[in-house]
């Protein structure tokens, strides 16, 4: 279901990237139509990463005193 700015969800995402990839696998699908998908499906993966990343950054961690803390991914 996707929110007010009309932007899919995650999972709606991923059920688009499983569509395109399905596409792109066809026999029938041109080379013009494949390279069409291939940057759909990579605008779309920039667009899951991004909103990954804003999650991941929304997220808070209890330290070991019991407060929140803002999490620190792993890099």
């Known amino acids: 279901m996707a929110n007010e700015k009309n932007e899919m969800t995650l999972e709606e995402s991923f059920e688009k990237l499983e569509g395109i990839i399905s596409e792109m696998e066809a026999d029938n ?4 139509k494949s390279f ?3 940057m759909e499906g990579t605008n ?10 804003r999650v991941e950054k929304a997220v808070m961690a209890v330290n070991e005193n019991g407060s929140l803390e803002e999490f620190d991914s792993i890099d």
């Open 44 to 53: 779309l993966l920039k667009e899951c990463n991004d909103k990954i990343d």
């Open 36 to 38: 069409k998908l291939f």
């Open 29 to 32: 699908t041109s080379l013009d």
